[in-house]
Structure formats: structure tokens, C-alpha cells
């Protein structure tokens, strides 16, 4: 085997996911020991007995090990050591906010002023969108600073909220940012340079979480908890960024949680005229249970979904992953419709 391509490619992500499996048995029985729990105590939770929470520390702490072990291999020149920073440290925010919200469960302001530090923490590090690709041909860049830590920050605010929201049944979440830094890697093979930092940087997460879903598919043994959903997402809307702006890939990734998302919050401000930030069971996922489908079901159908719109973006270009976001809407678009038309077809019967 190439001494390269395995230590490149192979070592970290097989590290990674044994860190990973070591990490989540430890801090689980940390977990229940400390009592840190989420009980199934309002009616939107669908568990049965209480489950463990901090998964997202033995994700985080797996991505911090690995990263430290490979940083002479990750800092490739256009990744820089305040990048590796960032990461570390507004990874660090979500983590202690998450803890503090599982432990005491923080109201919404309580909650909001983590991700807010970990986006301004990237910002702080340099990381920045630089330029968009035009859909005509070339490149628009962005010279204006405060358009681009604007860009930053409300992207990476969007994707940490996307990954919270979407955090209601066992694996999905995890699994889905599994597909997406796996697909972000391939992307790197087939538009970025050989052997870059970010390629491995998408593998480090792409195994510590694999490590995690061993223990997290269902029935999940334990859960991420607020710090690890945030966290998640933060990672991937960074990666996203520095591997050479490839939003449009992430938003193919993410494109059905981004757009349920939307519509939950959208439903909950104008239709029913409270807080955005109020939980409910009326996101995609949960409307597919409530019309029959069991978890497995719904979580395999979320992963299909996320590696065929991913998958569209490793091949395609601008112009392709434009196309392909127009054909995501009006599959969402459809799929919502059925959903919503059965389940008042099954609340009439």
C-alpha cells in the first residue's frame, strides 16, 4: 500500500473511528454516572427510558486528538494554524454550552449565545468566503470583509441550527454528517488538490462520527446532546467553507433538513405566531412517523435522500449542483405534500 495514500487517508480515518469508539464508552458511562440524561418526559420525545447524553464531547474530543496528531499533514498552506484554532475553540464553546443545556436545560437566549460565539470565533480565526463561483462562468469575488464575515457567520448559524433541529431520532443526525463529510471528501479527490488538509480534515470527522453511530443508530445507547448536534453542524458548514467555498455541495448535503427547517420555522412565526425556537413534533421526520413509518425507515429514507443529492455534486459542477438544488426543492416540495396529505388522511379515519 502507499505510504502516502495510508497515511493521507487510511490512518486518520480508521483513528478516528477507534478514538471515537474508545471516547463514547468512556464519557457514556460518564454520562450515566453524572445522571445526565434525556428523560422522555414531554410528549415530543419518542425514546421510552431515559438514554445518556454528551455524545457530542466524544465526537469533539476525537476530532481534537486526530487533529493534533495529523496538524503537520492538515496545515497544506491554504489551511492555516488559526484555522485549526477556530475549530478547536468554537467547537469548545458549543460543547460547554451544550453540557450547561443538558445539565440545567437553558432557555432559547441561553442557548443561541454559543453558536454565536463558535461563528465569531471563525470569523476571528480568517476564516472567510473569498469568492463564489458564477453559474455563467468564473468566479464573483467578494472584496467587501464585512460581506464576507456576514456570509460566514449567518451560514454557519443556519447550519448549526439545521443539525439541532434535525436531532430527533436515533442516527440521523449523525448519520447524515457522516455521508456529507465522506462526500466533501470525495469532492476534495475530484475538484481540490491531492492530498490536501481539508480532505483530511473531512475524514477525521467523517470517522470520529461513524465511531459515535455505532453507539447512536437505533436503539442509540446515547445521544449528542445539544453541544454535539451544534457541533456537527459547525464542522461541516466550516469544512464547506474551506475546502474552497463549496456551499452549493453542502447544501445539497443538507438540503431536505435546511428546507424542513425553514418551513418549521416559517409555520411557527406567521401561522402560529410564536417562537421560532419552540420544539415541536411537526419536522419532516416526525410527520413520516406519525404515517406509519418506523425510525429505521425514516432514517434510512433521510440517508438515501442525503447520499444521492451529495452524490450529484462530487460529478457536477456550478451550473449541475444549480439544477440539482432546484430538483431537491420540488422533491421536498412533493415529499411534504404526501406526507401532510396522509397524515390528515389517518387524523380523519
Known amino acids: 500500500m502507499d505510504k502516502v495514500i495510508f497515511l493521507h487517508y487510511l490512518l486518520p480515518f480508521i483513528g478516528a473511528i477507534t478514538v471515537s469508539v474508545v471516547l463514547t464508552t468512556i464519557i457514556k458511562r460518564l454520562a450515566e454516572k453524572l445522571n445526565i440524561r434525556d428523560l422522555p418526559l414531554v410528549e415530543r420525545k419518542i425514546h421510552q427510558k431515559s438514554v445518556p447524553l454528551l455524545g457530542g464531547l466524544a465526537v469533539y474530543l476525537s476530532v481534537l486528538i486526530l487533529i493534533l496528531v495529523f496538524k503537520d499533514y492538515i496545515l497544506d498552506g491554504r489551511i492555516q494554524a488559526s484555522y485549526i484554532w477556530a475549530l478547536i475553540i468554537g467547537g469548545l464553546f458549543l460543547i460547554v454550552g451544550g453540557y450547561l443545556d443538558d445539565k440545567y436545560n437553558l432557555k432559547p437566549l441561553g442557548q443561541i449565545i454559543w453558536p454565536i460565539l463558535a461563528s465569531l470565533t471563525i470569523l476571528v480565526g480568517g476564516i472567510s468566503v473569498k469568492y463564489i463561483t458564477n453559474p455563467a462562468g468564473g468566479v464573483i469575488d467578494i472584496t467587501s470583509s464585512l460581506l464576507s464575515g456576514l456570509i460566514v457567520f449567518f451560514w454557519l448559524m443556519g447550519m448549526m441550527y439545521t443539525t439541532k433541529f434535525l436531532d430527533g431520532l436515533d442516527g440521523l443526525v449523525s448519520g447524515i454528517i457522516f455521508i456529507g463529510a465522506i462526500i466533501l471528501f470525495c469532492v476534495s479527490l475530484f475538484w481540490d488538490v491531492d492530498q490536501s488538509g481539508t480532505s483530511i480534515l473531512c475524514l477525521i470527522l467523517a470517522g470520529s462520527v461513524l465511531g459515535f453511530l ?121 415529499l411534504a405534500f404526501w406526507v401532510l396529505k396522509r397524515y390528515k388522511k389517518i387524523q380523519q379515519s
Do not use: C
Not at 464547506?240 to 455541495?249: D, E, L, V
Not at 429514507?301 to 451529495?310: K, R, V
Not at 455534486?313 to 444549480?322: E, N
Open 214 to 334: 455505532l453507539f447512536n443508530f437505533y436503539p442509540a445507547r446515547i445521544f449528542l446532546g445539544e453541544g454535539g448536534s451544534t457541533f456537527l453542524g459547525f464542522m461541516l458548514g466550516t469544512l464547506a467553507i474551506i475546502s474552497g467555498a463549496k456551499i452549493a455541495t453542502a447544501l445539497l448535503i443538507m438540503g431536505i433538513p435546511i428546507l424542513d427547517v425553514v418551513w418549521v420555522i416559517v409555520r411557527r412565526l406567521f401561522k402560529e405566531k410564536h417562537s421560532a425556537f419552540l420544539a415541536d413534533k411537526k419536522h419532516l421526520h416526525f410527520r413520516l412517523l406519525d404515517i406509519g413509518f418506523r425510525q429505521r425507515q425514516v432514517v434510512l429514507l433521510l440517508y438515501f435522500l442525503t447520499l444521492l443529492f451529495g452524490a450529484i455534486a462530487v460529478f457536477q459542477k456550478t451550473q449541475g449542483k444549480l439544477v440539482a438544488l432546484a430538483v431537491l426543492v420540488v422533491v421536498m416540495f412533493f
